[in-house]
Structures are given as C-alpha cells and as structure tokens.
C-alpha cells in the first residue's frame, strides 16, 4: 500500500507497535556508511541540506568534517533527538521542522542536497510535490544525493515503497539532470540475531533470514538506489 507514514509516532514509539518493530529501523546510532563514502569522495559542497535528517547522525557527521549543514524534518521529536546528539559532539547544525512537499520556510538556497532515505518514506504523490519543491532550495548547479530502497529486491524482506529507477529516471528532469544512477547498500538497526528470532512471527511471516544480507557488524542491508543528479 503507498501511503504515508506516521513519523512522529514512530519516533515517540507507540507506532513501532502498529508497524510491529522494536527499532527505529533508519537510527544505527552513526552516519550511513554511503554518506560517509560520498563525503570522502568529495562529492559533498557546503552549504548542506539533509533532507528528512531524523535524529541528525548524518547532519552531525557532515558538521564535523567542516560543512555548514541543515537538517529538516516534520517530525518534531525526531529533531530533539538530532538536537540533543550534536550537542553531545559539539556540532553546529541548524535543524528546521518543515514538510518535504512544501519546504517553504527554508529561505536559504544549497549548493548540496542530502536524501538518504526520505524518498522511500513518501506516498506516490508525497514524491511527486517533494520532487517539484527541491528546486526551489536549491542553488544552480547544486548536486542531490538521494539514496533510496530499490525495487529489484528478491529476498522476501517488507521494505517500505520500493522505488524504480524509472520512477527516478521519470521524476527527476526537467530542472535536474542525473549524472549517476548505480545500485548501492542502506544500513538498518535490524540485526541478524532479531530477525531470525522473529522469522516466522507476526512481524516478519514469510521471511527466510538465509536470503538476506548483513554487514560485518550482523546489521541488515538493503539494495538501494544512490542517484546523483545537479540542479540545472
């Protein structure tokens, strides 16, 4: 079904009831080892917007290597939380609750867009407003990185609106152009050790944790999309 999700919920935790989780399956407590390869690829320039940046670790992480970086997002716990970790680290970001399909009140204009995660989590027309909004953040030439589940997953796992790369081929043009569209990995909060305990349950019925792929630290990886594309 597409259809949005209730993050707030999620994030102060009676929905991870309703989705039948016992994680915040995005939170594993550091940057995405794909953010941090893009940042040591030099693929990164300030200012930065990380967009849906929940509880902040890659808005931090890219504060520390010396960007001037803001977050946004609609769930208003999930930027306490980001608050409360870069204070931790001493980092400076501005974090900003805003609708990714308006973004109206983000009157500054980035040269670099971060999306690790939130395209994925939008209804089919929720992707279609954000995708028209971006633009308007965006200064020429700025480079969006969005990283998003893809739909060519085989394995059984129940990812949330698995994206097409003719969705992505479709949807950003116009004032975009794609430099790079490659298959890349998403680290999750899942580990091998839970899911195989739940294999069978009421959460995860059909799942055969032996066509899954995990990470040296036993986390769950998904396929997904890391499209790069510059604001023309």
């Known amino acids: 079904m597409d259809r949005p999700y209730d ?19 995005w939170d594993i407590g550091e940057p995405q080892p794909a953010v941090t ?16 940046c929940g509880v902040g670790d890659n808005a931090v992480y890219l504060a520390g290597r010396g960007y001037r970086v803001t977050g946004f997002d609609y769930a208003a716990t999930a930027l306490r939380q980001a608050e409360q970790r870069a204070d931790a680290l001493g980092a400076e970001v501005e974090f900003v609750q805003a609708e990714a399909t308006r973004l109206d009140n983000l009157a500054q204009k980035f040269a670099t867009v971060l999306d690790s995660g939130l395209y994925h989590s939008l209804a089919r027309q929720q992707r279609a407003h954000y995708a028209e909004a971006l633009p308007k953040v965006c200064l020429p030439e700025a480079r969006l990185h969005l990283l998003c589940f893809s739909d060519e997953a085989e394995d059984g796992f129940p990812d949330p609106h698995r994206i097409s790369e003719a969705e992505l081929r479709t949807t950003f043009t116009g004032a975009w152009r794609i430099d790079e569209l490659h298959r890349d990995t998403y680290v999750t909060a899942f580990t091998r050790e839970y899911l195989e305990k739940q294999a069978g349950g009421e959460q995860f019925p059909h799942l055969d944790t032996r066509a899954l792929a995990f990470d040296g630290e036993g986390r769950l990886t998904r396929p997904i999309w890391r499209l790069t594309a510059v604001r023309l």
């Open 37 to 52: 390869a893009l940042e040591r690829a030099g693929e990164i320039s300030t200012d930065v917007l990380d967009a849906g």
């Open 7 to 25: 993050f707030e919920s999620i994030y102060q935790g009676p929905a991870l009831v309703q989705y039948k989780q016992a994680v915040v399956p």
